[in-house]
């Protein structure tokens, strides 16, 4: 859109720095530069974890993507990836009250973005990875979340995976469904279904009833190509054997008394047919989340005979999108001062969404909290941080309520900040 190249013009970008100390006569400057910050420096040399209380890294996180899977658009470089990164970046000040840093890289190998990675984090308190190609992505996802002592998340699967599992678990109350009975179809094998499987299998989903659907059809384990995916992506390759207990190869079996369809694929229209849906059980759960357009439109599924569907886009109901995720699970995981985030901490925050939707009374076309709800983040950011505490992963431990009550206060203070910005540029 064009509107969105004029405002950015406007404001010369979406994000800068401002000092939280103030300076107000020379004398100042002795206390934050040099001399008087050679104490801090010490104190910090004597114990790495005082760089949390005495510098800004305890608010601090890293947007760091090498722009090889950037939105629906494909590979096109770190340059072209910064406006999304800023983008984010303006998400997580404004909905979580943390200072995010877009950090575009120019590496092409996982282990060189890990190199990367690693030599960073002495600045910050948390990592998000962002929009990176399959399956480097798990590579490196896996590999930082193993060798550094912050958290490590990759939003395109752990922030997809949270939002799909807290709309489930409200969608499948309405539908009368049970996890463990629950035949699902993941349409898409790319890094939020491929995280989804796994995310839906810690809460109590079935692996066996899960059926993978790529480009070219179901995955099961005879077929020709799972001896590539076992060199060349093993995650999908863990899949191919552990899913589609029913043997199907083709998409009519795959959808044939399914439960829930989960498409995280290719935008639409008419990806997925309505003919697909009609084989599903009564009243299905239909997940469409691909943007800007859905694998199949809601009013198609719904002729279809879907009882719930859910896309990721703001104007249709129930959106699903990891916007609702990311800004509270780092509220929680900063302010706990965690060591990881691990799927518990994720199950954890999708749990507190379902649970605020249902106190503002499930609907079909409400079964998650809307991105303006800003109320949602700072429980999030509770539960995740209480969660961290339980699994011996926080540097802070407080009690449920504290936590809750240290996310309103810092995320409150953020949204005043940010109702201040025009001044200059009005």
């Known amino acids: 859109m064009l509107m969105s190249i004029e405002l950015v013009k406007k404001y010369e970008g979406k994000i800068e720095i401002y000092p939280k100390i103030p300076v107000r006569s020379y004398t100042d400057f002795s206390l934050i530069y040099t001399p008087g910050v050679a104490e801090v420096s010490r104190e910090i040399a004597k114990n790495k974890d005082k760089s949390f209380e005495l510098t800004s890294r305890w608010n601090s996180v890293a947007i760091v993507t090498d722009g090889t899977r950037v939105l629906g658009l494909g590979n096109i470089g770190p340059e072209a990836a910064m406006p999304v990164m800023e983008g984010k970046a303006v998400l997580f000040k404004y909905l979580g009250g943390v200072d995010a840093f877009p950090l575009p890289i120019n590496v092409r190998s996982a282990d060189d973005f890990v190199k990367v990675v690693k030599s960073m984090e002495p600045s910050f308190g948390g990592i998000n990875l962002e929009d990176i190609e399959s399956p480097k992505c798990f590579y490196i996802l896996e590999t930082l979340q193993q060798s550094l002592d912050i ?120 990806v997925i047919k309505k003919k697909w849906i009609s084989l599903m059980k009564s009243n299905p759960i239909v997940f469409a989340l691909a943007n800007p357009v859905p694998e199949i439109l809601p009013q198609d599924a719904i002729e279809a005979g879907a009882g719930i569907v859910a896309t990721g886009r703001s104007d249709f109901p129930n959106q699903v999108n990891n ?54 983040y700072y429980k999030v950011a509770s539960s995740v941080a209480t969660k961290a505490v339980e699994l011996g992963l926080a540097r802070i431990k407080m009690s449920k309520e504290e936590f809750e009550n240290i996310a309103k206060k810092r995320i409150l203070r953020s949204r005043k900040i940010m109702s201040l910005i025009d001044s200059d540029n009005e």
């Open 323 to 376: 916007s609702l995720v990311f800004p509270g699970v780092f509220r929680g995981v900063l302010d706990s001062r965690a060591r990881k985030v691990t799927d518990e901490m994720t199950i954890a925050a999708s749990e507190t969404l379902a649970e605020y939707a249902r106190s503002k009374g499930l609907r079909k076309d409400y079964i998650i909290p809307r991105m303006d709800e800003w109320e949602v």
């Open 151 to 270: 958290p490590v998340w990759h939003d395109d699967q752990q922030g997809t995976a949270a939002a799909i599992l807290a709309g489930l678990i409200n969608s499948m109350i309405l539908t009368n469904r049970t996890p463990e009975e629950s035949k699902v179809v993941l349409f898409g094998a790319g890094a939020a279904n491929i995280a989804t499987a796994r995310i839906l299998s810690s809460y109590g989903f079935k692996l066996g009833n899960m059926i993978i659907i790529d480009s070219k059809g179901p995955i099961y384990s005879e077929r020709e190509d799972v001896d590539h995916f076992m060199y060349h992506h093993r995650w999908k390759y863990d899949l191919a054997v552990k899913t589609n207990k029913f043997n199907a190869k083709e998409i009519e079996e795959a959808f044939k008394d399914a439960d829930i369809v989960i498409a995280a694929s290719s935008p639409g229209p008419d």
